[in-house]
């Protein structure tokens, strides 16, 4: 090999002589361009004489490799001989002589390598001794040397380890020390082919405790430090952040976590938070256990409320169980809160529910009105007001606003008359619509006035009932004017009557001033000269097909245009008549028994805590059932059942007398708003 090899001051004269012609032939370049362009004799001379002096600094390279190959051997000779090294460090000897043959290797075959000195294997990231680190990381070395690994086996090996995914081949690197994902320690094993020589034989050499999976361990145990939201389990309803330092610690959590999960306890309270809103749950402002003993020994008594067993913790408070001892429970409830007005530390920090007991114990009930649970007491924080965004309420008012001017625009657009008109004061460059307007308010009032009646029915009922409620927040909807007005309670309702009569009064008022509508602009749409009707706003026959009872009004009273054979896509219609129809649709979405809605209102007066669940999942089957399968073409019932899904879908908050039935008229009165909104939203087909 040294034969071949010329001198060091050999390749520098070469190369200082390339680079005199490099420079000659520069100068000569700005002084007779012409004579230069097509002189490709110069060129290959350059190019012939670069390939010289690559071949004579990869003979070098050939050469110090076989130097420090020598050095080795004879290394392992005086330990061999003078018996001074250790069998470890004879096993690392020949660990570097199989690298650097390895290296060698590489060097004839053209391929890119690492430097070698003095025994050790090293890049421009790092110094490598095998698969040991400098920072002594990595799997130590075991009793199996390379010298058990014959080349074919190692060429297979290396082969088979380059073929392997991308990922795959890094964490093995990872494993034996050789990679570390972020600042590499050395080269890649997916760039460099001597590395992934480094990895087989790391992983032969290791192969015993690879095989025991301690090096997995380590990287198991490794260091993560990152923080997780532990679910609250004391009710509060806020997460708990902790902080988990490995994958250990991790998993022990997550196996706690399942089984806090899977407990009695946990399902009991996971079960009592859906019967209640978030509302009910607001952490520091819950009661205490002192404040709910006070409340017990001080505001209850034998007289009116017997307790039985100490206040029990649930998520939001306390349950008192005990026994009414009055003759009444409204007379009962009266009493109590009069001892609770005059107690000073608790009037304003706390108030008190009579209800089924949310999650009865497995004793049978004694009478069979208990069978969803005895009757409790609840202590609960004052305030269950619902959090509220201002801005974002007057903001989601503002954009349905919009879009009831909206419609009332496009209600227009399949009128003849008004669009030839609009078309020609676009053409002329006149921007003034005032025309319009005359033509487009009454659509948008009509319709407020139905909303109006639906939100004055509501707070007549509150302000009877003595409790409070939020401002109205309408709900935009890209089919009618509006999706649904939401009102919410601030302050418990004192029974189920007076929930129920808030919850139906709404709906009730706003939908039959829309019938009142709807046969008023029907009247005069049949009345209208024809003049006047060529310029009737129209509403879509597949809307008006949307409601059997709205569709067959219609339908009744303009002579078969809806369903009759000559029935036109789009149906000219009185101002008044329109607003009406669609507020019909509205007020009717608005009794559908769903969490927080009037409709789920409605249904928690009528079947309980535990009966509005049952409905609901009806309602839901029902709306998700007609939309999937094409009795929905508006996509009115879908897109109301998905706000409220997000919206609506917690039970209202708790009245203060839970345990009084409703009477049979509000009884009778529930069974006609399920045949309103029946009529209502079954499609025609």
Same mark, same amino acid.
Request: glycine letters at 6%; aromatic letters at 8%; proline letters at 5%.
């Given at each position: 090999?040294?034969?071949?090899?010329p001198?060091?001051?050999?390749?520098?004269?070469?190369?200082?002589?390339m680079?005199?012609?490099?420079?000659?032939?520069?100068?000569?370049?700005?002084?007779?361009?012409n004579?230069?362009?097509?002189?490709?004799?110069?060129?290959?001379?350059?190019?012939?004489?670069?390939?010289?002096?690559?071949?004579?600094?990869?003979?070098?390279?050939?050469?110090?490799?076989m130097?420090?190959?020598?050095?080795?051997?004879?290394?392992?000779?005086?330990?061999?001989?003078?018996?001074?090294?250790?069998?470890?460090?004879?096993?690392?000897?020949?660990?570097d002589?199989?690298?650097?043959?390895?290296?060698?290797?590489?060097?004839?075959?053209?391929?890119?390598?690492?430097?070698?000195?003095?025994?050790?294997?090293s890049n421009?990231?790092?110094?490598?001794?095998?698969?040991?680190?400098?920072?002594?990381?990595?799997?130590?070395?075991?009793?199996?040397?390379?010298?058990?690994?014959?080349?074919?086996?190692?060429?297979?090996?290396?082969?088979s380890?380059?073929?392997?995914?991308?990922?795959?081949?890094?964490?093995?690197?990872?494993?034996?020390g050789?990679?570390?994902?972020?600042?590499?320690?050395?080269?890649?094993?997916?760039?460099?082919?001597?590395?992934?020589?480094?990895?087989?034989?790391?992983?032969?050499?290791?192969?015993?405790?690879?095989?025991?999976?301690?090096?997995?361990?380590?990287?198991?145990?490794?260091?993560?430090?990152?923080?997780?939201?532990?679910p609250?389990?004391?009710?509060?309803?806020?997460?708990?952040?902790?902080?988990?330092?490995?994958?250990?610690?991790?998993?022990?959590?997550?196996?706690?976590?399942e089984?806090?999960?899977?407990?009695?306890?946990?399902?009991?309270?996971?079960?009592?938070?859906?019967?209640?809103?978030?509302?009910?749950?607001?952490?520091?402002?819950?009661?205490?256990?002192?404040?709910?003993?006070?409340?017990?020994?001080?505001?209850?008594?034998?007289?009116?409320?017997?307790?039985?067993?100490?206040?029990?913790?649930?998520? #939001?408070?306390?349950?008192?169980?005990?026994?009414?001892?009055?003759?009444?429970?409204?007379?009962?409830?009266?009493?109590v809160?009069? !001892?609770?007005?005059?107690?000073?530390?608790?009037?304003?920090?706390?108030?008190?529910?009579?209800?089924?007991?949310?999650?009865?114990?497995?004793?049978?009930?004694?009478?069979?009105? &208990?069978?969803?649970?005895?009757?409790?007491?609840?202590?609960?924080?004052?305030?269950?007001?619902?959090?509220?965004?201002?801005f974002?309420?007057?903001?989601?008012?503002?954009?349905?606003l919009?879009?009831?001017?909206?419609?009332?625009?496009?209600?227009?657009?399949?009128?003849?008359?008004?669009?030839?008109?609009?078309?020609?004061?676009? &053409?002329?460059?006149?921007?003034?619509?005032?025309?319009?307007?005359?033509?487009?308010i009454?659509?948008?009032?009509?319709?407020?006035?139905?909303?109006?009646?639906?939100?004055?029915g509501?707070?007549?009922?509150?302000?009877?009932?003595?409790?409070?409620?939020?401002?109205?927040?309408?709900?935009?909807?890209?089919?009618?004017?509006?999706?649904?007005?939401?009102?919410?309670?601030?302050?418990?309702?004192?029974?189920?009557?007076d929930?129920?009569?808030?919850?139906l009064?709404?709906?009730?008022?706003?939908?039959?001033?829309s019938?009142?509508?709807?046969?008023?602009?029907?009247v005069?749409?049949?009345?209208?000269?024809?003049?006047?009707?060529?310029?009737?706003?129209?509403?879509?026959?597949?809307?008006?097909?949307?409601?059997?009872?709205?569709?067959?009004?219609?339908?009744a009273?303009?002579?078969?245009?809806?369903?009759?054979?000559?029935?036109?896509?789009?149906?000219?219609?009185?101002?008044?008549?329109?607003?009406?129809?669609?507020?019909?649709?509205?007020?009717?979405?608005?009794?559908?028994?769903?969490?927080?809605?009037?409709?789920?209102?409605?249904?928690?007066a009528?079947?309980g805590?535990?009966?509005?669940?049952?409905? !609901?999942?009806?309602?839901?089957?029902?709306?998700f059932?007609?939309?999937i399968?094409?009795?929905?073409e508006?996509?009115?019932?879908?897109?109301?059942?998905?706000?409220s899904?997000?919206?609506?879908?917690?039970?209202?908050?708790?009245?203060?007398n839970?345990?009084?039935?409703?009477?049979?008229?509000?009884?009778?009165?529930?069974?006609? #708003?399920?045949?309103?909104?029946?009529?209502?939203?079954?499609?025609i087909?």
């Amino acid at each position: 090999m040294k034969a071949f090899a010329p001198s060091k001051s050999s390749s520098f004269h070469h190369m200082n002589h390339m680079n005199h012609h490099i420079l000659h032939s520069s100068s000569s370049s700005n002084s007779n361009n012409n004579n230069n362009i097509n002189n490709k004799d110069s060129a290959q001379s350059f190019m012939a004489q670069a390939q010289q002096v690559k071949l004579e600094a990869k003979a070098m390279e050939l050469e110090l490799t076989m130097d420090q190959i020598n050095k080795l051997e004879q290394k392992m000779k005086f330990a061999q001989r003078n018996n001074e090294a250790a069998s470890v460090a004879v096993e690392d000897l020949e660990r570097d002589m199989k690298l650097l043959e390895l290296k060698l290797e590489a060097i004839e075959n053209g391929e890119k390598v690492p430097a070698v000195s003095n025994g050790n294997v090293s890049n421009n990231n790092g110094n490598i001794n095998g698969n040991k680190m400098e920072d002594g990381q990595g799997p130590a070395t075991s009793s199996v040397t390379t010298s058990a690994l014959s080349e074919d086996r190692l060429e297979s090996a290396i082969l088979s380890f380059r073929q392997l995914p991308p990922y795959m081949r890094r964490r093995l690197a990872e494993i034996v020390g050789l990679y570390d994902g972020d600042a590499l320690t050395n080269v890649d094993p997916d760039d460099d082919p001597f590395v992934a020589a480094q990895v087989v034989l790391a992983l032969y050499e290791n192969r015993v405790e690879l095989a025991s999976g301690s090096p997995f361990e380590e990287q198991r145990k490794k260091r993560v430090q990152i923080q997780v939201q532990k679910p609250s389990m004391d009710g509060s309803g806020r997460p708990q952040l902790i902080e988990v330092n490995s994958t250990d610690e991790l998993l022990s959590y997550l196996n706690e976590i399942e089984s806090e999960m899977n407990s009695d306890e946990s399902r009991r309270e996971r079960f009592i938070s859906s019967m209640y809103p978030e509302a009910t749950r607001k952490g520091e402002f819950e009661p205490s256990e002192e404040q709910a003993l006070e409340f017990m020994e001080s505001v209850l008594s034998t007289k009116t409320f017997s307790p039985k067993s100490k206040p029990e913790k649930i998520p #939001g408070g306390y349950l008192i169980r005990g026994t009414n001892v009055m003759s009444s429970n409204e007379k009962m409830i009266s009493s109590v809160q009069e !001892q609770l007005d005059n107690n000073s530390n608790l009037s304003d920090k706390i108030q008190f529910h009579y209800l089924r007991d949310p999650y009865p114990g497995e004793e049978e009930p004694v009478e069979f009105e &208990d069978i969803w649970g005895e009757p409790v007491m609840l202590v609960l924080a004052k305030d269950v007001s619902p959090e509220r965004n201002q801005f974002v309420a007057t903001l989601t008012t503002l954009i349905s606003l919009a879009c009831i001017g909206i419609f009332s625009v496009e209600a227009f657009s399949a009128t003849p008359d008004v669009m030839s008109h609009l078309q020609a004061s676009y &053409d002329s460059g006149d921007s003034d619509l005032s025309w319009l307007t005359p033509r487009v308010i009454p659509i948008f009032f009509y319709f407020l006035a139905t909303q109006l009646a639906h939100e004055i029915g509501h707070q007549l009922f509150a302000l009877k009932g003595k409790f409070k409620t939020c401002a109205p927040t309408f709900i935009p909807s890209p089919t009618l004017p509006l999706l649904t007005a939401v009102t919410k309670i601030r302050t418990p309702p004192k029974s189920y009557r007076d929930l129920f009569d808030f919850a139906l009064a709404g709906p009730l008022s706003g939908f039959f001033v829309s019938i009142g509508l709807l046969l008023f602009g029907l009247v005069q749409t049949n009345t209208i000269d024809a003049a006047s009707y060529d310029l009737l706003p129209t509403l879509p026959v597949d809307l008006i097909k949307a409601s059997s009872l709205g569709g067959n009004i219609i339908d009744a009273l303009t002579s078969n245009q809806v369903l009759g054979s000559m029935a036109a896509k789009d149906l000219p219609l009185h101002p008044a008549a329109i607003a009406g129809f669609c507020g019909m649709i509205i007020n009717a979405l608005c009794l559908l028994p769903i969490g927080q809605s009037d409709g789920g209102r409605i249904a928690t007066a009528v079947f309980g805590r535990n009966g509005i669940v049952l409905a !609901q999942a009806f309602t839901y089957f029902a709306v998700f059932g007609a939309a999937i399968f094409g009795y929905d073409e508006a996509n009115i019932l879908g897109l109301y059942a998905l706000f409220s899904v997000f919206a609506q879908r917690e039970l209202e908050v708790p009245c203060v007398n839970e345990i009084d039935d409703l009477d049979l008229g509000r009884s009778f009165l529930a069974i006609f #708003g399920s045949v309103v909104v029946a009529l209502t939203l079954i499609p025609i087909k």
